[in-house]
């Protein structure tokens, strides 16, 4: 068995003295995984860092065996957030996520085009306002989107303040004030395009988009989000 595409590397992780299991977001094959023989070793590693585009070979006796990787760079993008702390931490959330909530070895070319806007994304200002979109537009891709285009209790399109936890549909001030400490804030620039966030408002974001994921993908338990994650809101705040 072989196939030879493009990948995302999403995760390296050491397997014996000097190998790595490193899993790619291919663009043709999904989510795959792969043994990498010497992929730790100093001249090695660098190659395989979340966000590199690679060239890999994949060849396995059996189509359900591990298989071996051979890898050849395309485009380093990890190196261009060395000195950004807080986009190369989103870089990393974004990775973990896909690896976390992708079936394995399932096409999504959708995913693979989004992953490497999101990428250039990164590197311009906003960088911020593009990570928690992509984690809105990661759940309709994968059939949990939201719906907030008008309110789920009067249809009204203005004014949308909040979402509810259950259906995942947004909900306007009004409608929203006697169970307010029930719903889920919903930050205006997630609705206007030319809206900027206020303070705050980035934090209120992904609380909303790792509230649906946590319970709709990731399976609700407290480590279901990538620490990578956790660090960046922080930073954020």
């Not at 860092?49 to 990890?78: F, K």
């Not at 004014?159 to 409608?175: I, M, N, Q, Y």
């Not at 994921?213 to 990731?218: D, F």
Request: charged share 20%.
């Amino acid at each position: 068995m072989e196939w030879t595409d493009n990948g995302y590397v999403l995760t390296a992780r050491r397997h014996g003295e000097n190998a790595l299991i490193v899993t790619l977001l291919t663009e043709q094959n999904g989510r795959n995984a792969g043994l990498v023989r010497g992929g730790a070793s100093s001249k090695r590693r660098g190659l395989y860092q979340p966000g590199n585009l690679l060239r890999a070979t994949w060849r396995a006796r059996l189509a359900d065996h591990l298989g071996n990787y051979g890898c050849e760079m395309i485009r380093a993008h990890a190196a261009g957030f060395l000195d950004t702390p807080l986009p190369l931490l989103a870089l990393s959330s974004a990775a973990t996520l896909l690896d976390r909530a992708l079936p394995e070895r399932e096409p999504v070319p959708e995913l693979y085009e989004m992953f490497g806007g999101l990428l250039a994304a990164l590197q311009q200002d906003g960088w911020a306002v593009s990570y928690v979109r992509w984690e809105l537009e990661l759940l309709a891709v994968l059939g949990f989107g939201l719906d907030l285009s008008q309110c789920a209790a009067t249809g009204v399109t203005e004014e949308l303040t909040h979402v509810s936890p259950r259906s995942g549909r947004a909900v306007s001030a009004v409608a929203a004030r006697p169970y307010a400490g029930r719903l889920l804030s919903l930050p205006g620039f997630l609705l206007r395009g030319d809206t900027r966030p206020e303070p705050g408002d980035l934090a209120e974001g992904l609380s909303l988009t790792g509230y649906f994921l946590r319970r709709h993908v990731l399976g609700d338990r407290p480590d279901a989000l990538p620490p990578p994650r956790e660090r960046l809101i922080a930073g954020l705040t």
